[in-house]
């Protein structure tokens, strides 16, 4: 049976220039599936990506949500069983040990949707600039951001909670551990 495997976490916090709101995090997961391998060391094939994102409620209430996947086995923290309860600790102790961007470790915008999702609309209202393209044979559409809106990513994923947050966002860390 295939199932994804998760090596490493990490947060990331942003303030919001508005008090009145709270924090929102982008936690970041290191994973990959066990049956996709690198080359020929045989090791699973990992790479980080977006899993999580929005104020701690929402991050906590999509972990309990990707935590009900350890209990069937379609998910293995460290590459082995875990309950949903210790998946959401890993969660809850990477948000308390959130850190701020870096040069070696950051999150971006990186939205990607079918051209129907009223996303699309959300954005084109917001003067974002909306580009379409194709991937693996089916219509997308990019929203492009530049550094002033990047945090309405946030705004997104409040909007539409059932959009996984790898649609919305990418990561680059290096040297994590």
Known sequence: MSYRI??????????LPVKVKPRRYVVCTLGGDNNTLHGNDSQPT?????????????????AV????TCESGELKPYGRAMSPEGYIRIIRRALAAAVPVSDDAYWYPAVSVS?????????????????????YGQDRVRVEFDGASRLTVFDFASAFP????????????RNAH
Do not use: H, N
């Open 65 to 68: 949500f990707i935590g009900r």
């Open 115 to 135: 051209p129907d999702s009223p996303l699309v609309g959300m954005a084109m209202r917001m003067a974002l600039t909306v580009t379409p393209y194709r991937e």
């Open 6 to 15: 998760e090596y490493a976490w990490k947060a990331f916090v942003e303030e």
């Open 162 to 173: 059932e959009l996984q947050a790898w649609c919305l966002a990418k990561a680059s860390i």
């Open 46 to 62: 990992r790479c980080w990506e977006v899993g999580m994102l929005g104020d701690e409620s929402a991050v906590i209430k999509r």
